[in-house]
């Protein structure tokens, strides 16, 4: 079992910026990738920036120039940060995770999320 745990976020005022962790634990043999995704309140979970484990980042349109997401995979560690945050930012940020378990067994988990909420 692998667990995913998110650290970081609050309230943070419009134009401010936040810095999420996402931290894995548990037995596997190595993650492949780790993304984050926003779900606002009301709306449906959306893909928010990826990493995988040779550092090729990907990003949506909305945090492209805004966010940057970076690894330590020595301590199983991925961090998020946020910049220029706006109000429709809030919401929670949940952790994901493809990992391999072991070297034929791939697979996916979540966080439990970490609230943001961006202040006009």
């Known amino acids: 079992q692998v667990q995913l745990v998110e650290s970081g976020g609050g309230l943070v005022q419009a134009g401010g910026s936040a810095s999420l962790s996402c931290a894995a634990s548990g037995e596997f043999y190595a993650i492949k990738a780790i993304s984050w995704y926003h779900q606002a309140p009301g709306k449906r979970r959306e893909f928010v920036a990826l990493i995988n484990r040779s550092g090729a980042t990907q990003y949506a349109a909305v945090g492209r120039s805004r966010f940057a997401i970076s690894e330590d995979f020595a301590r199983n560690i991925v961090s998020l940060e946020m910049t220029s945050l706006k109000p429709e930012g809030s919401g929670i940020y949940y952790c994901?995770?493809?990992?391999?378990?072991?070297?034929?067994?791939?697979?996916?988990?979540w966080g439990q999320g970490t609230q943001v909420t961006v202040s006009s």
């Open positions: 994901h995770s493809d990992v391999l378990v072991t070297l034929s067994d791939s697979r996916e988990y």
